[in-house]
């Protein structure tokens, strides 16, 4: 799925910062992978360059055995629109919309038929359980019921990769465990899964952990079976 080879992020001028310094990893096909690490360690840069929200200083950068790291912005939208499904630790949903048009957002933009749309879009919010709550907006919604609906709107697109940035950070234990849940369900479905976590409990539900300090991989271990 994804090929990191001596990947690194720079900022700044004169005085350079490297957010991300000499990576080298491969993840496969339906890993469920977490990254762990302090804050400022370089996590959500390395979850953005993977996500191809964000492009390497250096290095190379395969994704689906596709050299994305030197690729057009345009080519990287379209990667992105086919491929990829984003978590965020703050919901990232439209105040405006409801519940469902959150949701259906996602397929819009890939230009899903209406009645697709609709289908897909009922089943997507009754798999993670927030159906009854479809003609809701977000500030009419818990924090847990607001992340459901992000990770609605990340899989009903059906992505090959999903990439979550925190996805418990705002929650109470309950809903940060439905949310693991739903994650770990993606993997089953062959739905490569990267997170991005300080919880080292919710860590240890991936199959592998990758721990970052000062932009460098300095732990990987396998999580026992």
Do not use: W
Request: aromatic share 4%.
């Amino acid at each position: 799925m994804l090929s990191l080879t001596d990947i690194s992020k720079i900022y700044g001028g004169k005085v350079k910062t490297r957010a991300v310094d000499g990576v080298t990893m491969d993840i496969g096909a339906g890993e469920f992978v977490a990254v762990t690490g302090p804050s400022g360690c370089g996590k959500s840069t390395l979850l953005h360059i993977m996500g191809l929200i964000d492009t390497p200083s250096e290095g190379s950068l395969k994704f689906m055995g596709e050299e994305v790291a030197g690729a057009s912005e345009r080519r990287l939208t379209q990667l992105q629109r086919e491929h990829v499904g984003f978590v965020f630790q703050n919901f990232n949903l439209i105040d405006e919309l409801t519940a469902a048009e959150n949701v259906e957002v996602a397929l819009i933009y890939r230009g899903v038929t209406a009645k697709e749309r609709q289908r897909r879009v009922a089943e997507a919010l009754e798999h993670v359980g927030i159906a009854h709550r479809a003609r809701h907006r977000p500030q009419q919604l818990s924090g847990g019921q607001q992340q459901r609906v992000a990770v609605a709107r990340a899989l009903v697109s059906k992505p090959s990769l999903l990439l979550a940035d925190e996805p418990t950070g705002n929650l109470d234990t309950a809903n940060g465990e439905a949310v693991m849940n739903l994650l770990t369900e993606a993997t089953a479905q062959g739905v490569t899964v990267i997170m991005v976590t300080h919880s080292l409990v919710h860590a240890a539900a991936a199959q592998r952990t990758i721990k970052l300090l000062d932009g460098k991989v300095v732990v990987e271990s396998l999580m026992a079976a």
